[in-house]
């Protein structure tokens, strides 16, 4: 992305949430003088009381694309006939619905839909198609996260963005704000810090292997030639779930090499007990290795990756979790060492402890049923005098 801002425009954003912030002399002024600014982004939790505005982008959230949808038809208004989406998602398919329609409604030049975990989608009256997706994150996470993605999403449009650098960047820009608890905001130079680096022409290939130390060392090495960031996670990964590929999904776009280390069965066994792990290193490493997110494989004896993060100096040392970076032990180290810390939301009731619970669960299930069965078969007093 090469966007600019060398002749800034007036940027107006209006966020309208219903609760008095803005009155009404102040909302008819903002429409005489609509041609003072551009562009114009608009959150409004009821759409009809800035009829006229023609804002450049609206970004509702789901509910309120549909409760605006919803009103104008029962109102009979003509501009609301909307195109059919191309996601099989109910959710998502109504959301393209919506912000056809919404094009009509409002005059916008671009409508993004936000539909929760599912993601943003967003289009053009152009034409223009195009859907992000988001991380998961806790509730209590989100506060500040749609004003981030109004007003990074303005810029970008402000900047001559196309509709998918404009989406992009609006999307990484909400999840940065996520990082933390409470109400965030994203300046530019962490966006611009977590913006993948387009890689080198020449960037030799590095798809997934699983490697010893010296091989991995040449292949960081290449990514750095390349002016390629590195991103390092570790853990046992002995049962991988859905939270797993979630989580490295989401590591894999902070850099431009991900590298994996994995525990050890000796390791595993002195983290989490004898009955650990269930399955292999050299199955876990394997199936690591076949996800399309994962670059490199690496196994490691010690109980910490300490070593291996002194060797490789990755710029992002990712953990999944819902606690503070300052909680993670590597943190210091990582730091030292020039690079950056991030925790990445988790997938709730998604974790290897989970599914072995679950798994003895039913077991235990199966064998109560046959156990009364053998009782009930078994000869009692009554039985054995017969």
Not at 210 to 219: H, I, Q, S
Not at 324 to 341: C, D, N, S
Request: overall charge negative; glycine content about 8%.
């Amino acid at each position: 992305m090469a966007l600019t801002l060398d002749d800034p425009a007036p940027v107006l954003l209006v966020c309208d949430y219903g609760l008095g912030g803005i009155p009404d002399d102040l909302r008819r002024w903002l429409l005489v003088e609509r041609a003072r600014f551009d562009p114009v982004g608009l959150d409004a939790h009821d759409l009809r009381r800035w009829e006229g505005l023609a804002p450049t982008i609206v970004v509702p959230s789901f509910e309120e694309a549909q409760q605006a949808i919803a009103r104008a038809q029962a109102d009979g208004l003509d501009e609301v006939e909307m195109e059919p989406g191309d996601e099989t998602a109910p959710r998502v398919r109504a959301a393209y619905r919506y912000a056809a329609g919404l094009l009509n409604l409002t005059g916008a030049q671009t409508v993004a839909v936000t539909v929760d975990r599912d993601g943003v989608v967003i289009a053009g009256q152009d034409g223009q198609r195009y859907r992000t997706r988001a991380w998961s994150a806790p509730t209590s996470y989100t506060a500040g996260a749609g004003d981030t993605y109004l007003a990074t999403a303005a810029l970008a449009i402000a900047a001559g963005g196309t509709l998918p650098e404009i989406a992009e960047l609006a999307q990484r820009a909400a999840q940065l704000a996520l990082v933390g608890p409470g109400t965030c905001v994203c300046d530019r130079e962490r966006l611009r810090a977590e913006l993948p680096v387009p890689p080198a022409p020449a960037t030799p290939s590095h798809g997934p292997a699983v490697v010893d130390l010296p091989e991995l060392m040449a292949t960081v090495q290449r990514c750095r030639d390349a002016g390629g960031r590195v991103v390092f996670t570790n853990g046992c990964f002995d049962i991988l779930h859905r939270g797993h590929v979630t989580y490295l999904e989401q590591a894999r776009q902070l850099g431009d090499l991900l590298v994996v280390a994995v525990n050890s069965d000796t390791s595993v066994r002195r983290l989490k007990g004898p009955h650990r792990p269930v399955n292999p290193v050299e199955d876990r490493v394997a199936v690591l290795a076949a996800l399309s997110a994962v670059d490199q494989v690496v196994v490691f004896e010690e109980d910490s990756p300490a070593s291996l993060i002194e060797a490789i100096r990755p710029e992002v040392y990712v953990k999944g979790g819902d606690y503070p970076p300052e909680l993670v032990p590597e943190a210091p180290l990582v730091r030292r060492l020039g690079g950056q810390v991030q925790i990445l939301g988790y997938v709730p009731d998604r974790s290897t402890s989970a599914a072995i619970a679950r798994i003895r669960g039913r077991a235990d299930r199966a064998r109560a049923p046959a156990a009364a069965s053998d009782r009930a078969d078994a000869p009692t007093g009554e039985h054995s005098h017969r």
